[in-house]
């Protein structure tokens, strides 16, 4: 898989070289389906498990990009956003000559099935509470994080996804979590994690924090305003989104102001990786 420059507007493209070079938006309408994972489709063509990758590209504030690869399953890494976010870096970040978009909130938005929910809220910048609520060892944790002022490769990137070592044969039967292993997932028994240590004492919330990034990415933009989630998941996260962007009179395409200083400028230009493609492996 890499990470190619696009031009400025162009948002993030998923583009399957084995295919003649397929393209596939990362747009609400390309939403294929999400359990345990979110994947995108077009005209039948398949792009799986986006949501680690689109959550570093918005965390690291990457506007434009092309992600090419040459199967429909993106690499699962270690089960973080951070391997992205370090092949990001290693690419470079390029500013572009054009003010950045993004999605402001004009009216509350929720969705909910019974003790699950989500809503987005206006407020200034990038605001997510999020709580989950899961049988022993995780129970209930909660946090909070401001991506217009906290660092997201720092806080939010290196939390690993998760999952109950007693659910494993029936989900593999399901024909789910087939790549799933404990290089690249917390596995949990009765007493917590079988390959611990944590890299956060709140790695659980974290990680549906790094997951609710990337699936709100489907937006085609960062949005602008608060984000509260009480035990929701993929399929929440991306309901929100249609229902946020299928009420016209619940948000506004913005630009970021232009600044009075040369630093604050760059920071409201959009931007896209480096000239040198940054590479993944599977």
Same mark, same amino acid.
């Given at each position: 898989? +890499? !990470?190619?420059?696009?031009?400025?507007?162009?948002?993030i493209?998923?583009? +399957?070289?084995?295919?003649?070079d397929?393209?596939?938006?990362?747009?609400?309408?390309?939403?294929?389906?999400?359990?345990?994972?979110?994947?995108?489709?077009?005209?039948?063509?398949?792009?799986?498990?986006?949501?680690?990758? /689109?959550?570093? !590209?918005?965390?690291?504030?990457?506007?434009?990009? %092309?992600?090419? /690869?040459?199967? /429909?399953?993106? #690499?699962?890494?270690?089960?973080?956003a951070?391997?992205?976010?370090?092949?990001? $870096?290693?690419?470079? %970040? &390029?500013?572009? +000559?054009?003010?950045? @978009?993004?999605?402001?909130? $004009?009216?509350?938005?929720?969705?909910?099935?019974?003790?699950?929910?989500?809503?987005v809220?206006?407020?200034?910048?990038?605001r %997510?509470?999020?709580?989950?609520?899961? #049988?022993? #060892?995780?129970?209930?944790?909660?946090?909070s %994080?401001?991506?217009?002022?906290?660092?997201?490769?720092?806080?939010?990137?290196?939390?690993?996804?998760?999952?109950? *070592?007693?659910?494993?044969?029936?989900? &593999?039967?399901?024909?789910?979590?087939?790549?799933?292993?404990?290089?690249?997932?917390?596995? /949990?028994? #009765? *007493?917590g994690?079988?390959?611990?240590?944590?890299?956060?004492?709140?790695?659980?919330?974290?990680?549906?924090?790094l997951?609710?990034?990337?699936?709100?990415?489907?937006?085609?933009? &960062?949005?602008?305003?608060?984000?509260?989630?009480?035990?929701?998941?993929?399929?929440?996260?991306?309901?929100?989104?249609?229902?946020?962007? *299928?009420d +016209?009179?619940?948000?506004?395409?913005?630009?970021?102001?232009?600044?009075?200083?040369?630093? @604050?400028?760059s920071?409201? !230009?959009?931007?896209?990786?480096?000239? &040198?493609?940054? !590479?993944?492996?599977?």
């Amino acid at each position: 898989m +890499r !990470l190619l420059p696009a031009p400025a507007g162009s948002g993030i493209v998923f583009r +399957r070289t084995d295919l003649d070079d397929f393209e596939i938006a990362a747009v609400g309408r390309n939403v294929a389906k999400v359990s345990y994972a979110t994947s995108l489709m077009r005209q039948g063509v398949l792009i799986s498990t986006t949501e680690h990758l /689109l959550s570093a !590209l918005i965390g690291m504030g990457i506007d434009n990009v %092309i992600v090419a /690869l040459d199967n /429909l399953e993106l #690499p699962i890494l270690d089960g973080s956003a951070l391997p992205y976010v370090d092949a990001i $870096l290693n690419g470079g %970040i &390029r500013v572009q +000559r054009r003010r950045r @978009e993004y999605i402001r909130v $004009l009216k509350p938005v929720e969705v909910r099935e019974g003790n699950k929910f989500i809503g987005v809220y206006p407020g200034s910048g990038y605001r %997510i509470q999020y709580t989950i609520d899961f #049988p022993a #060892p995780i129970g209930q944790q909660r946090t909070s %994080i401001d991506l217009a002022a906290e660092t997201y490769g720092a806080l939010i990137a290196a939390a690993r996804t998760f999952g109950y *070592k007693a659910d494993e044969t029936r989900l &593999r039967d399901m024909g789910l979590i087939r790549g799933a292993s404990p290089e690249n997932a917390i596995v /949990l028994g #009765p *007493k917590g994690p079988e390959n611990g240590p944590l890299r956060f004492k709140d790695e659980y919330v974290k990680h549906k924090v790094l997951d609710l990034i990337g699936d709100l990415a489907l937006a085609g933009r &960062r949005i602008e305003g608060h984000v509260v989630a009480e035990r929701a998941g993929h399929a929440m996260h991306t309901a929100l989104v249609s229902r946020l962007l *299928k009420d +016209r009179s619940a948000w506004e395409m913005a630009r970021v102001p232009v600044a009075e200083s040369a630093h @604050e400028e760059s920071e409201g !230009l959009s931007a896209v990786v480096g000239r &040198r493609p940054a !590479l993944m492996g599977a």
